[in-house]
């Protein structure tokens, strides 16, 4: 499978495989902001101390057991359980997504966040460019997710695209982030193959999804089930040097706070449930750290989030408890909890 996300005002792209079946790319840039790192409205508000989290939306009107449907309310359950909000669907950011699929189709492209006006089907060069074509106003942030991706047998291909990006560090903390609205269009290249676009906005003058000024996040969270459980590529690759395919880690655990804060973990541990094992864990990366940061910014982190990453794959079907430490704005905390990866 193949996805790509654009949250930051950089110009850096990043691309991701997954075991066999799929690869994933993202990409940071065009101006279109990174939610997560904003501290005022795009109109020059200050945001509030208390939660803005959203706990109820609209029921989407994507056909009964489509794919798109499922991605919706598995990405909407995800975020919901582990404390991040609930997406909005927003049919300008449908339309974006949907003609974004069909350029990609049209010149047989695996996966791009960019047109070109000279190419069949062009709706605009980049995401955010694409989104105000369909009417939609997103001055504060546009994202973009993008996947072409084999769909496996008894596997929901939208669940699967939501999987995969949940499991790759970049990916995660993009779909994770303060949007408020989605659009999503799948289309299917054959019997076989789909194309998944997953548009992510904050529209001009609202404010993104925020936590309480206290309160710590993490995906995985305490009762997370189906996670998966290994992270076979991401470019820019996570582990410079280490060839994912082979040597794949185990998927990530993101730690976020409140945007505006920040996020420092001081320590970090995971052990197998069943068993005791200690499960070896990388350092703890964020915005100071990333190895594909520049000038020692993060273009895919802001600094209120982190992620902490088995060094190598974790068991399917299997209970993990993890347990973390840090300071959320200087103030110590501590979160320990357990969560169960899936099947292979």
Partial sequence: MSTALKTTPSTTRMAVTAFLVSALSACAGGGTGNPNAVTTTPNGVTLPLVSTLVSSVPAASYAPASEALAAFNLVNAERAHCGFGLLAQNTQLDRAAAAHTRYELLNAIYVTHDELPTNPGFSGVDPGARAKTQGYSGAGAVGEVAAATSAMPGVNPGEQAIRLWLSAPYHQA?????YRDVGISILADSSIIRRAIINLGIATNTMPQLPSSTEVSTYPC????GVNRLLRGETPNPVPGRDLSINPIGTPVLVQVRSGHTLTVTSASMIGVSNGQVIAL???????????????????FAGNTAYVAPDSALEPNAQYQMQVNGTNNGVPFGRTFTFTTGAE
């Fill in 282 to 300: 990388r350092p703890a990366i964020g915005s100071a750290n990333d190895p594909n940061g520049v000038k020692g910014v993060s273009p895919y």
């Fill in 222 to 225: 305490a009762g997370s089930t």
């Fill in 174 to 178: 993009g779909l994770l982030a303060s």
